[in-house]
């Protein structure tokens, strides 16, 4: 059974990092694609971020390029999102998804002063 779990959503402050954490089980993380996914109130899903996780291979959202960092952990079938210097734009639930695809339920992160 395939599993996504995010954690790590908070309330920041603009200007303010957060960690995100997504844990899979039910397929082989190591060599995979693996994305991040946001989507803001009331609008559609953005593509954050993605890596492949064998060969390290990165790509990012004009939006979050050179603020957001997607990382991989296979040893502990974790993806990460490291998100510094935090907009109000960036207020959205974060999804984790692989390529089959299957979603976790969501983070939600909140940027507000």
């Known amino acids: 059974q395939v599993q996504l779990v995010e954690s790590g959503g908070a309330l920041a402050q603009p200007g303010g990092s957060l960690r995100l954490s997504c844990v899979v089980s039910g397929f082989i993380f190591s060599g995979s694609w693996m994305y991040w996914v946001r989507q803001a109130p009331g609008k559609g899903l953005e593509g954050v971020s993605f890596i492949n996780t064998g060969n390290g291979a990165t790509s990012y959202a004009d939006s979050v390029q050179g603020r957001f960092t997607i990382s991989a952990d296979n040893a502990k079938n974790t993806l990460y999102l490291q998100m510094n210097d935090l907009k109000v734009d960036d207020t959205a639930v974060y999804y984790c998804?692989?390529?089959?695809?299957?979603w976790g339920q969501g983070t939600q992160v909140t940027v507000s002063s």
């Open positions: 998804a692989n390529n089959g695809p299957m």
